[in-house]
Structures are given as C-alpha cells and as structure tokens.
DNA sequence: TTGTAGGCGTTATCAC
DNA sequence: GTGATAACGCCTACAA
C-alpha cells in the first residue's frame, strides 16, 4: 500500500510562487501586506498545488486549536441530542471543530475525558453531564480554559452556566396541576446527587406544594437509586416502567404525577396502562424537555419545555466568546420555561 | 485577566532531573532503553511538574492525531444518535478521540466538513450521512485516507461499509405482512436520491411483492420530495403527519403499510388515528429502526430492529484497525437484522 | 512590501 | 544508555 501522499507546505507554495515564505503566510491569513499581483502569484500557486495550511502545525504555533471539547452525559438521550445538536450548529457558523464525549454520569469516566481534551488541545470545555466532584472542575478554571455548563452550575465553585430556573420550572407544574383541580401530586425524580438541576426541581416541587397549602406525601414520591445505576445507562425509560410497576401495585397513587423528564414520564405512563390505570382519566402526568416524541404519544404528554436547542445555542456562543475573550465574566444566563399543554393532564372536578 | 498558565515542557522535564530531551522522551513513551534509576529521577521530575506531552506537538512530529472523524446527518436522530454512542464506546476504550459533525443530508456541507477534518487533521473518517456526490469521496480516497461507512455504501467506487442487508429486510417485512394476511401493502419512503440504502430497500419492497404474487399498486406507495427539504431539518414525523393527513383525505388506503424508519411510521399512525382510523384493528403498521421508544407507543409499534450500537461498534474498530494498518481491505460487513413483532401489525383472516 | 530566522514541543537519528 | 540536534509546518518579529 502506497503512503498518504503527502500535502504541499508553505515551503512548495513559496518555491512555485517565487516568493518568501513569510508572503505566502500573510497571504494565507489575508494580511494586507502583500502587493497585488504578489499575491495573485502565491494565490495560483495555491490554487495549483492545492495547499491547505496544516492545521496542526497552525495550533503548535499559535497555541489555538480551534477546537472545543463537549461531554455530555449520553448522547443518545433525546433530550442531549438536541442541545448537542444546537451546539453543533454555532460551532460550524463560528468555524471551529467539535469534540464529542460521553460520560454516562460516571464520574472517574468524566474525569479521563475531561483530561484527555484539556491536555493543551481544546480551546474550551462545555459540560452537559454532572458528576458529583467538583475537583475536576477546579482544575479546569485554575487553568483559566473557558468553561461553560448547560443544564447544569457548580455549587461551590463561580461558574458559567446556561440553565432554566429549575426550581420556578417545578413550582409553575404543581401550579398548574393545582389549578386543574388536582390536590394529590406526586413527584418522580432521580436521587438527590450533587446536581443541582435535580435538587432545585426537588425544592421546586416542595414550594410549588407549600405555596398551594397541599400536605408532601412521601408515599408519592419517588426518588430511587436505581435510576442512576451505572450498568443501566440510557435505559431510563425501562427503569421506570419497572419501578412503577411496583410501586403501582403497593402503594396509593396521587391524582397526578410530575416527572423530571419526558423519558420517565414515557415509563410512568406505560406502566399506568398495563395496570388499566388510564391517563389522564385516572391519573394525570405531567413530563419535563418537551422532546420531540411527546406530541406522539397516548395521551400526547403535558411537560415543562426547555429550551433544549437555545441552550445548546447559547451555550456555545458564549464559550466561543469567552474563549475570542470577548466576554469574560461569570454569567448565569437562565433561559425561560413553559408548560406545553396537551393531553396528558386532566381537570378535576372540585366537590 | 491572567494568561492561561504555560505547561512544562519536555525542556523543562530534562532540566529538572538532570538529563537530556531525548531522555525524557524515551521514558514518557515507554520505550524500554533509560536505565532504571534515570527512568526514576525522569518521573518524579514528571511528577513535580505535572509536566503532560504536548499532544499538538507530538501530532505534528508523528503526523498522527488519533482523532477520528465522524459525520452524521443528525445526531438528534435517534437512530443516528444510537449508533454514535456504539462508536463512542469504542473510541473511548482505544483511546481515540471523536470530533463530531452533522450535514443534514445537505451535500456541499458534508463536502466543508469533510474538508475541514480530512485536511491534515483527522486520522480516519467515518460517514453516517449521504450527499448524493461521490467526488466527495473520491478525493478522500484518493488521499488514502482510512474512510469508513456505516448505513451507506457507494455506488461506483470500492467503499468500506457497514451496513445491513436492506433488500432483504424490506423483502422480510413484506413476507411477514403477507403471513399476517394482507394483501394491500402499502410503502413510505423518502424520495430514492443517490442514498443505495433507500433503494435497497425499496428494491426489497418490490421484491416481496413479486415473490408473493402481490400487485404493485402505485397508490399505496408515498414516496415524497418533502422528506428531504432542506428546511425541514430532523421533522421527519411532523412531516409525515401532515403528509398523510393529505393522502388519507384523498386515496384509498392499503391494510398495512411500510415505512423506512420508525420516526416515519410515528406520524403516520398519529394521523391515522386523528382520522379515526384504528392501528392496527383498520390499518397496520411495521417501522423501521427499532429505536427505544418503540415499546412506548400506542401500539407498541411493531418493526425492523437495525443493530445500531453495533454498527457504531463495528463501525468504529474496523476504522481504527485500519487506521492502526490491521486491516486495509475493502470490506463490506453485514450486520443481521430482525423482525420486532409488537402489537401495531394484525392478522387479517382470509376469507 | 518582502525576506530571514527563531521557535512552538515533539520524536527520531545519530553520535558518543 | 544517554545526549545533542535536526526536522515537522507554521507564524511573526525584525531586518532590509
């Protein structure tokens, strides 16, 4: 087999154009140092050697990579996948290039990644994962390489992040479940970690209960452990499903549930069904992302919508920011949210 | 604001412990030359200084990055999220990087993003995605560049692929609805571009017609331009919906159709039902993909599973073994695929 | 406006 | 076994 043919360096352009070195950078980067027709010679002399400037030997220079690192907790999570994907969309406008991790909430997983793109490679870091140790993190900003979180901040540490205000998010759910009639509300959620998204969801919920003057029922709420068991990643949906079986067959159900995630709420409502438990005729539920399948869905699903794809948006712009130093501050940009009303929430009629 | 604090070089490794460059060069690259006392003076000095190798650097000496590129048309697909994770998994366990791009099917993308990664940069390319131009792919060929396909194949050129046998799936599903009694099968499909994998498996669907004695009836098959309009990005299923809410006002229906992917056959069972038209007691339904939320729907929607981590898998080792010069022959694997029975396919009695 | 040369941090090739 | 040194390809003073 024969080898990679090599590239033409700045060296073969100078030669064929008869020029110096030095001209042909200035030309490459459009300095406006070189004459016109000096230029025009080094322009075709690229044109027919097809040069392109080694990106590698640019950053070894430059100490630029252009190049940002992202880790995500799973990408094949719906709700991930969009934010990613609006990410995605600001680093090709903005013409940089994109490193993809998964870290499926394990934290020593997080910690490799995490070292493996910060070793003098990427520009910036943007994390949409949470691991429970702030350590890692501490590294990063002692190192000053930008940081940004999405959907998630620091407790501890000055952080940048781009979130929903999580707890108000909760608070409006109960409202609007109150408002509907409901006065037994249940609540399904991961265990309480260190995430902040999942506590402030928590105190959320218990505010939004308070402020309406319904008594917390710990029967109805449900926060395993299982849920964040590593051997089962991605697999959220089918956790529920089992889980709610159970509980569905043990204990008393509320008149609604809030779920932080569409996915559970997918899980909840299928193990509502198989029980001839009927949505929302029996029992409400409420869903949390709005990810594009809930408009599918039997009963299409009520959720609280995040702003998945803006937050992917505009957590990228402002990493690339920081990184161009056009903003250096430590921003919390928190981003709206609303409840998507459809079917799967049903009025109760007061007595 | 203070600068990014510089990293020790391998320079500075030698000085601290007293040796030469090349010294430390050996030690940190496990070649098995340095006397065991240098080799331990060299690691504390690596240790005190927290001194990392310089992985820009070292690309540029080495010419190899161990990066590899990965194009989809959209990560937020499910189907094409899946299969990323499977090569995530890989990338990760070989100690790769993944720089991740998406097209949306748009060609002249695909062709920038390709550029930007192929020039000097990536070490092997893996596409999940179709422009409906191969010079694309010609000139990375022709750069020899380690280039794998997962989910397409190329037409013209030798191509490495991973992909799974589509005719036959089609033929499959179309055997398994004639089992099931039905005789009217109806097919829906993104317009036959250049993408082989979609008309395989329309070939497949005519195939299965053929073998089981079945009229092609052009009226059952939806094969429309709008799947693939370019503002339409990732709407596959609202898309469908609207498309169908159209065709069931004005054609006679089939009492079963195909489609190419599940997201399709989510928006058709939705408009199906908004038109009081039952799944599957008046129509039936088989998709394609089997992706995760398939048993949450209503019905569970019955399909063609795709072993899409798997291919992400394979995908992705056969790329680094080649990459690695393991493997350098055109290969074409193909992965098994497998009929799903849920509840959104009924049996029609004969009569 | 153009050319020269030094250096970014490595690895690899030689000597010693 | 170890050390010096020349690349890798580029950018950027600085000199001309």
Redesign the interface.
């Known amino acids: ?5 090599k ?1 033409p360096s700045i060296r073969d352009i100078a030669k064929e154009a008869g020029v110096a070195i030095s001209t042909v950078s200035y030309v490459v980067n459009n300095k406006d140092l070189v004459a016109d027709d000096t230029k025009k010679k080094v322009l075709k002399a690229v044109d027919k050697l097809g040069y ?1 400037p ?4 640019r ?2 220079r430059t100490r630029k ?1 252009n ?1 940002v690192g992202v880790i995500v907790y ?5 709700f991930v ?2 934010i ?2 609006g990410m ?1 969309e600001i680093v ?1 406008t903005r ?1 940089y ?6 870290t499926f909430n394990n934290a020593s ?1 997080e910690e490799r ?1 995490i070292n ?2 910060v ?3 990427i520009d910036g870091l943007l994390i949409v994962s949470g691991s429970d140790n702030e350590n890692i993190y501490k590294k990063i900003l ?4 930008p940081l940004v979180f999405v959907d998630r901040e620091l407790e501890k540490l000055p952080s940048t992040s781009i979130i929903i205000d999580n707890a108000l998010a909760m608070e409006k759910a109960v409202d609007y479940l109150f408002s509907m009639g409901h006065r037994q509300i249940g609540y399904i959620s991961y265990p309480m970690g260190k995430q902040t998204t999942i506590k402030q969801r928590y105190s959320g919920y218990v505010r939004g209960l308070e402020k309406n003057n319904l008594a917390y029922n710990s029967d109805y709420v449900i926060m395993d452990e299982k849920f964040t068991d590593k051997e089962l990643e ?1 697999k959220d ?1 089918d956790i529920t499903f089992k889980l709610m079986q159970d509980f569905i067959k043990t204990r008393k159900l509320p008149t609604a549930f809030i779920t932080i995630s569409d996915i559970i709420a ?2 909840l ?2 193990a509502l ?1 198989d029980n001839n438990i009927k949505v929302p005729d029996d029992v409400s539920v409420i869903g949390f992302d709005n990810i ?2 809930d ?4 009963p299409p699903l009520t959720t609280v919508k995040q702003p998945k794809k803006m937050m992917g948006i505009t957590g990228m712009n402002l990493l690339l920011d920081i990184i161009e130093g056009k903003n ?1 501050e430590n921003k919390r940009i928190i981003l709206p949210t609303e409840i998507i009303k459809r079917q799967s929430v049903k009025s109760i009629p007061l007595n």
Chains 1, 2 share one sequence.
Request: glycine content about 6%; overall charge positive.
């Open positions: 087999m024969s080898k990679k043919s590239s392109k080694n990106f590698i030997a950053s070894l990579t190049t799973d990408i094949s999570n719906p996948a969009q990613v994907r995605e090709k013409s290039i994109m490193v993809l991790g998964c997983e990644q493996v793109m070793n003098q490679f002692a190192k000053k390489l991605g949906m997918y899980g409502i299928k069904k594009m399948f408009d599918y869905m039997s250096t």
